[in-house]
């Protein structure tokens, strides 16, 4: 294309030197070529070259990009051929001011460059295409027998609409021509262009023809302001969800054809995703094996059966070997089965980066993951509510469920309020990032929710009360259940966008159980309003916070300081407030709370206030049997000293809840723990040399002739 733009510009003659079959031509002034096939004609250049003394040699050229067909491997010869071609300067320029004007809302708005960039410099597009299969060109030739009268071209829908075309368009000279020499009907053959239109042609044309909005016959719109026409309907289609990679070859090839044969606008809005790359950011191919084939991640495949669909492509030997090594470097075992759900929602969480999308099996394996959390849960409610048979008697008129609205303020414990305070600010963010098209924000708020708010943080609450020790919160087991009933109802709704098929079937299993409408699918319930729940309440969360982070903080330093964390003993807390248990002595802080002593701020007093409330819960939800909170120096900021009471020589862990609150615990030293470990050690030694032991045996199942002749083949996949 670049050499034939050279020639137009400087009006040098276009010689056609190969044929279609790829035969040399007549046209050409070296006559004795005529005939031979590229490849002969090449060699003949070259002898003659050496037998005039005229060829100098050869070199591998350093950069050369040479064609080549990916089916036959052939060599593609480029050719100019006639070819049907759209006018796009206008249209371009109609599709582009459709963006700019915010008729066409792109998102990510930075696309809105791209888009400008591109129509602007918009060529001519080239429709034809050489292809068996596709919309043919509706364009007819006309021939006149005597070639007497010049062969045109006459687009219709059928032949019979051509011919009459090319009749009315006759002089009346070149009609009685026509006339004199056999009659016009008689002289005149029609027949349709062979090639096809290009994809993209076809494609485009999608919105006009699902909406059934064409006009008949095409023209510019005309948009606002021009030529003082009042401004066009609203769009057919209010998004477009597509990948930024077709944004020109389809989206704006839609908005320049709907606009031209529709005199609307396609849509209202395009949402463009990313593109969908391996995990180290590289393009998807073959030859690389890095291929992830959707279905494979939903249903689960073995390696072989990846590799033997890689050896059904097109690709060359070489490339087939070179990517079933890969395939098997980077997915050793295969795709284990994650289900469309967690393939879907991993996806949607993905489109919250920028240009690309970095796929891994880790990600959707995490949501895998978050798909069982939501099944346990789902059992874990159920099972309490069927127990305490709460009444789920609680319709509004549309048939809706409103668990909240009956609930007495009073009954409710501050881990009650905190949940609902949260789950109205989660259905905030989310109707706030859906009306935005943030699909990654929505889907993320949703399941921080359930993993922190709901699972991590209220449901362990409720084991409290549920089991027995109410004392603790104070919570009522009915209401607990019924607002973990309304919070899954919620849930279950907001994440069926992201998970159509889980929601679904938690959500007729969770009507037919009473709680919600049995006669209605998941997608035709209402949207729960955040001011139907109650009143966010940051104090509550502020508490609730208190409490888990206390809690966190306690497992956290048991968990990395195992062993070493001092026993309890009387007399030690008597500086601090402490929670031991058997083995354990923790010292929990809340630094600038109030004593008794004078002198401390209303803030103190506050805080302390709060822990010596929730003791009981951090005791029980901890583990910790002696709990004791303390206040330390007016402005000092820091801790008590330990130092008086256990000696300079003790050591402390130190974990923050947050500015205002700490959690120590005291050690004891290395020298002290050392029979013990050792100890351990010994225990240690002999589990392994037991698992050793177990191992030996396993092997020499699996190695037995029987296990190799009547094993499944799954089964040996699986034990190896």
């Not at 019979?160 to 009609?175: D, G, P, V």
């Not at 494609?203 to 008949?216: D, M, N, T």
């Not at 980066?353 to 895998?368: E, F, G, R």
């Not at 020790?469 to 919620?490: C, F, M, W, Y």
Request: net charge negative.
């Amino acid at each position: 294309m670049s050499d034939h733009a050279c020639a137009q510009r400087h009006g040098l003659p276009v010689v056609p030197v190969f044929s279609p079959v790829g035969t040399v031509v007549n046209s050409t002034p070296l006559t004795e070529f005529v005939g031979m096939s590229r490849w002969e004609a090449r060699r003949k250049v070259i002898s003659d070259l050496e037998s005039a003394k005229a060829y100098v040699g050869h070199r591998d050229a350093q950069s050369s990009v040479v064609s080549i067909c990916s089916r036959s491997g052939d060599i593609i010869e480029p050719m100019l051929m006639p070819q049907w071609y759209v006018r796009c300067a206008e249209l371009a320029m109609v599709a582009d001011r459709l963006v700019q004007s915010g008729d066409i809302k792109l998102i990510p708005k930075r696309q809105q460059a791209t888009w400008h960039s591109w129509l602007t410099e918009t060529e001519d597009w080239c429709v034809s295409r050489q292809l068996w299969w596709g919309h043919r060109i509706p364009m007819y030739r006309i021939r006149w027998a005597g070639g007497l009268v010049a062969d045109s071209w006459v687009a219709a829908a059928s032949e019979e609409q051509a011919k009459a075309k090319a009749l009315s368009r006759l002089s009346a000279a070149n009609h009685a021509l026509l006339q004199s020499i056999g009659g016009v009907d008689e002289t005149c053959t029609v027949s349709q262009d062979e090639d096809v239109l290009d994809t993209w042609f076809s494609s485009g044309l999608l919105p006009i023809l699902a909406f059934g909005h064409a006009s008949g016959n095409g023209h510019l719109l005309n948009l606002p302001g021009q030529h003082s026409q009042p401004p066009y309907p609203a769009a057919l289609s209010t998004l477009l969800e597509t990948g930024q990679d077709i944004l020109f070859f389809w989206v704006a090839r839609m908005a320049m054809l709907c606009t031209y044969f529709a005199q609307v606008p396609p849509f209202a809005a395009v949402l463009l995703h990313p593109m969908v790359r391996d995990a180290q950011g590289r393009k998807m191919s073959k030859s690389l094996g890095n291929i992830i084939d959707p279905m494979d991640v939903i249903d689960g495949a073995e390696l072989a059966k990846l590799q033997a669909t890689l050896r059904s492509g097109y690709q060359s030997n070489n490339e087939t070997k070179k990517g079933a090594k890969e395939l098997a470097k980077l997915y050793p075992n295969g795709f284990p089965q994650f289900g469309a759900d967690a393939l879907r929602f991993t996806l949607v969480m993905y489109t919250q980066q920028t240009h690309q999308i970095c796929m891994s099996l880790d990600s959707v394996k995490a949501a895998y993951h978050f798909c069982n959390k939501l099944w346990n849960t789902f059992r874990f409610i159920h099972m309490h509510a069927d127990r305490l048979e709460v009444d789920t008697d609680c319709l509004d008129s549309d048939g809706n469920k409103q668990w909240f609205a009956g609930l007495d303020s009073n009954e409710l414990t501050v881990f009650d309020r905190a949940l609902l305070s949260r789950l109205c600010g989660m259905l905030r963010t989310y109707h706030c990032a859906m009306e935005e098209y943030r699909l990654a924000l929505a889907a993320e708020t949703v399941r921080d929710f359930v993993q922190r708010d709901l699972c991590d943080r209220y449901i362990e609450i409720c084991k409290l009360s549920l089991f027995g020790n109410r004392s603790a919160t104070h919570q009522e087991p009915t209401v607990a259940v019924k607002i973990l009933l309304g919070s899954l109802d919620i849930v279950l709704r907001t994440l069926h966008p992201f998970m159509p098929f889980l929601s679904e079937e938690l959500w007729q299993r969770h009507a037919r159980s009473g709680a919600g409408s049995a006669d209605m699918s998941v997608m035709e319930t209402k949207w729960t309003a955040p001011e139907q729940i109650m009143q966010a309440s940051s104090q509550a969360e502020a508490e609730s916070d208190f409490v888990f982070g206390v809690v966190s903080s306690i497992r956290s330093i048991r968990q990395q300081y195992a062993g070493r964390i001092a026993p309890a003993e009387d007399g030690e807390a008597r500086f601090s407030v402490a929670i031991s248990a058997p083995k354990h002595c923790v010292q929990v802080t809340a630094a600038e709370t109030e004593a008794a002593n004078d002198g401390n701020s209303s803030e103190q007093r506050f805080i302390y206030e709060m822990a010596k409330m929730h003791e009981p819960c951090i005791k029980l939800m901890s583990k910790e049997s002696a709990i004791r909170m303390i206040c330390t120096g007016e402005g000092s900021g820091t801790m008590v000293d330990l130092g008086d009471e256990c000696g300079s020589s003790s050591a402390t862990a130190t974990a923050v809840v947050s500015p205002h609150v700490r959690v120590v615990a005291r050690l004891v030293s290395e020298e002290a723990i050392r029979p013990a470990r050792e100890t351990d050690d010994h225990k240690a030694a002999l589990v392994i040399a037991k698992l050793e032991a177990e191992l030996e045996k396993v092997r020499s199942v699996v190695g037995s002739a029987g296990y190799q002749r009547s094993a499944p083949d799954a089964v040996k996949q699986a034990d190896r």
